[in-house]
């Protein structure tokens, strides 16, 4: 059995953390600038651990807000999840740092304007 660095706990705990924080990210290159503003909410936890590729975890493709609550109370088991399937082990064991990422300096950001869906 692979041992898992992070717990679905520890992301939950850590992703609660960014719930009320708002990150604003000017890039620039060459006189341009492109402004990203990125915010969590509790429904966005579901997609960044990969749930949608849980597909023998039924209970976790509902309402999204809700797993996020459940297992913040622990009424999910994790190491149920992690049972499941390694697909989303990289996934867990990233996303605890995920605010530290953010916040240090020494991060660097690319963004590329073809691959942007929004505009």
């Not at 579901?46 to 976790?60: A, S, T, V, Y």
Request: net charge neutral; glycine share 2%; with cysteine.
């Amino acid at each position: 059995m692979e041992i898992w660095v992070s717990s679905i706990y520890d992301c939950v705990d850590a992703f609660s953390k960014l719930l009320d924080i708002e990150y604003v990210i000017i890039l620039g290159r060459k006189s341009q600038n492109v402004t990203l503003q990125i915010e969590f909410r509790k429904i966005d936890l579901h997609h960044l651990l990969g749930f949608q590729h849980l597909i023998d975890r039924p209970e976790l493709n509902h309402d999204r807000e809700k797993v996020f609550n459940d297992l913040k109370k622990r009424k999910i088991s994790a190491t149920h999840i992690e049972k499941s399937h390694q697909k989303i082990k990289g996934r867990v064991d990233f996303l605890p740092y995920l605010e530290e990422i953010f916040d240090d300096n020494k991060t660097i950001f690319k963004y590329n304007e073809a691959m942007n869906n929004f505009h």
